[in-house]
């Protein structure tokens, strides 16, 4: 393999607008080409986008021996589907989140691509922000105590249309694998561990959830708490509360141009910090390309997808049976 990595995405979605301005500016690989099952909307896509190539099928790119790696924006019910069947191409993948629906799917997943020996990681973007690793340093270095309480929120108005996937329960649709999932893995991460139990309320309309509450339990008694919808305004924050102090991120998942944060120590006043200057997709992107060029492990392994699904399936058995339910681990 060459010194750059040749990218394809699967599909025109949305999310795209967002890709797409990142990977122009990746240091180790290019854009290669891009798909759709229509091939009118690849070749608009591409055109719009500069890419050279657009393939009218999904098959027919994965079959391109000029692509090393897919990003994959399909909707939630067809990551499983489409990741086996670049792996099976030879093709490394960077999935949009969630892995999959459900962690026992995205465990037999992580096992498929390892099996073919293809790089997988989904598409979480905040890890990827020198933000993230500052603020889990000052974790580790115990500036605010020990992690006591950690509360999350991921919430945005969406119109209640039917047709919309998010609110199709066969798309695997609804807020918590929408948007809950990152309050979910964010609390894990700022823990370092696993709850024990959970407990979770929430919205439903059509068998899909449009909000949640939810409260995890942590086996030295912490807890955590988050909420996720689509019948809130934008929100999208992180606070972790140590014996201490409380570090705040108001916008964890989607920072600004200036990456801010605040630090309370004792009973010191909030100071503002702040981490300037990086493009978090693009850092995605080029972290999952220098792993499959170095022949190494991803960061964040495919094991932390498969870990924040647990407590995910969890919360919705909870919100469906009304009671507290146990995290299976593996």
Known sequence: MADRLRWGILGVAKINNRLIPAFKKIRNGDLCAIASRSVEKATEAAKSAGIPVAYGSYEEL???????????????????????RAADHGKHVLCEK????????????????????????DGFMWPHHPRTRHIQEMLR??????????????????????????????SAGGSLLDVGCYPVYGIRWAFGKEPMSVYAVAQFQNAVDLSMNGVLKFDDGSVAEFDCGFTLPFRGWLEIVGTKGVIRVPEMWLPGPRAEYFVQIGETPFREESLPGFDQIQLMLENFGAAVLDSSLPTPQSAEAVKTLQVLDALAQSARSGREVAVLQN
């Open 62 to 84: 994965l079959a391109d021996p000029k692509i090393d790696a897919v990003y994959i924006p399909l909707p939630n019910h067809l990551h499983d589907e489409w990741t086996r």
């Open 141 to 170: 270095n115990g500036i605010i105590g020990d992690v006591r309480l950690v509360k999350g929120a991921f919430t945005f108005l969406l119109e209640q249309d039917p047709a919309n996937i998010r609110l199709q329960s066969a």
């Open 98 to 121: 969630p892995l999959t629906p459900s962690a026992a799917s995205a465990l037999a997943l992580a096992e498929y691509c390892a099996h073919r020996k293809v790089r997988l990681m």
